[in-house]
């Protein structure tokens, strides 16, 4: 049977379309996101109820995210070969039950077990429809990446109040069950529509993104390089900090003794914490399709040096001045403004250095590095319970940011370089590009 998945999922001439198909992965992202994003409310919640640890509890997000992305190189090499239609309604499935198991859950373990369940079913939906999106579009892989990682990283704004509400008014568990079996079905109905692009749009392409080949690397060809390695570090450093800030701003907010407190912005007044999580979901999802863009125009490279020093010099922003709640609103905003853009920076960043015939594998592959920097989550809940503050997590974070941002000019982009010169070549030569 052949790699691409058309041979096996036709195309319909209703349906081939690739604005048509990268909205409805943006769809199916959007219903995903509050299995990641939502989590931060929930926590608080269920330590009251069980007095269980912080780190105990975050856990569960841990795992989650190790899920939700190491195994999504095993869930893209599935699409590559059979087509994405029938992965993502599969991941939909899971990611309801996943909700609907919390909403029962009464110990530690249950939890830790619908993390995995959940974890398995958001990676196979997210790492389909980032791989469908830059196959769909091989000139423009920066924004399509980033405009279907913007309905995961936006998905969740809509709904953090009214999760909040009804957590408060029917309790956790009932918003679990809720939400879980509303966003489990959407993904299912949708994710019926989605298809692979023919597989001649990746040979001959008119157009292809500034820095990309057309060679086609597979995956243990990629996972050989110094380019995947120096990506995949890069990737994790960035990666950490968010998802710290991700899974702990409530924790935060309340250290920080601004949870509750009154801001009014933007002719909005509301807690601290709601309006931060309610600006920091759009900020997270504007800028995926805006870096992704730039990304498009200005080089990969460039756009990271910048979006990954803007991020490291806001993380230490807000941990000096966030304990105003103004501030702790403006500054978080401007820490998921300027982290949510890894998620379309590398997808695009790898599908222009490997080709786009392995796309969905060898991005999942990269992907793998956001559980890696996961485990690095129930670490700082650690290391602020032994200082009594986050100002230490806040400069790790920051340090490693910063570095991740030297590194995309001073490594990422000598090596890119220099590997595709050299493939460039070879898929110049058809009877060396097929062997």
Request: aromatic residues 12%.
């Amino acid at each position: 049977m052949s790699a691409n998945s058309s041979s096996v999922q036709p195309a319909q001439p209703a349906l081939a379309n690739a604005w048509l198909q990268l909205l409805v992965g943006i769809i199916c992202m959007v219903m995903i996101a509050n299995l990641q994003y939502g989590w931060t409310l929930f926590v608080g919640p269920i330590g009251d109820k069980y007095h269980w640890s912080k780190a105990a509890i975050q856990t569960t997000f841990f795992i989650f995210v190790l899920l939700e992305t190491w195994l999504v190189p095993a869930e893209g090499y599935l699409v590559d070969r059979f087509g994405p239609k029938w992965i993502t309604v599969i991941g939909g499935v899971l990611c309801g039950i996943a909700w609907t198991m919390n909403s029962l859950a009464s110990s530690l373990g249950m939890f830790y077990f619908a993390a995995a369940v959940g974890g398995i079913g958001a990676g196979a939906v997210y790492g389909t429809c980032i791989g469908n999106a830059v196959k769909w579009f091989p000139g423009r892989r920066g924004l399509a990446a980033g405009l279907t990682a913007a309905g995961f990283g936006m998905g969740s704004a809509a709904t953090i109040i009214p999760i909040a509400h009804m957590i408060k008014s029917s309790g956790y568990e009932q918003t679990f069950l809720t939400f879980g079996l509303m966003q489990g079905i959407v993904v299912m109905v949708v994710g019926m529509l989605i298809m692979a692009p023919p597989a001649s749009l990746a040979a001959t392409a008119p157009k292809v993104a500034p820095g990309a080949t057309r060679y086609q690397a597979k995956p243990l060809e990629m996972l050989a390089t110094p380019v995947f390695w120096a990506m995949y570090l890069m990737f994790v450093m960035m990666a950490a900090g968010g998802l710290m800030a991700t899974a702990d701003l409530a924790l935060i907010a309340k250290d920080f003794k601004v949870a509750d407190v009154p801001v009014s912005l933007f002719w909005l007044t509301m807690p601290a914490l709601t309006f931060a999580l309610s600006l920091d979901r759009i900020l997270n999802g504007l800028t995926r399709p805006f870096f992704g863009w730039v990304s498009d125009q200005i080089g990969r490279e460039q756009t990271m040096f910048i979006a990954f020093l803007l991020e490291g010099l806001g993380i230490i922003a807000l941990a000096n001045l966030g304990t105003d709640p103004v501030w702790f609103v403006l500054l978080s905003g401007m820490v998921f403004f300027a982290w949510g853009e890894i998620y379309s920076l590398f997808p695009a960043t790898v599908t222009d250095t490997f080709g786009a015939t392995y796309a969905t594998t060898n991005t999942g592959l990269m992907y793998t590095a956001k559980g890696t920097a996961a485990a690095l989550v129930p670490l700082a809940s650690v290391l602020v319970d032994v200082k009594g503050n986050w100002h230490a997590a806040f400069i790790i974070a920051a340090t490693m940011n910063i570095i991740a941002a030297v590194m995309a000019m001073a490594v990422l982009k000598p090596l890119r370089s220099a590997y595709t010169n050299r493939t460039a070549a070879v898929a110049a030569t058809p009877n060396l590009a097929t062997r």
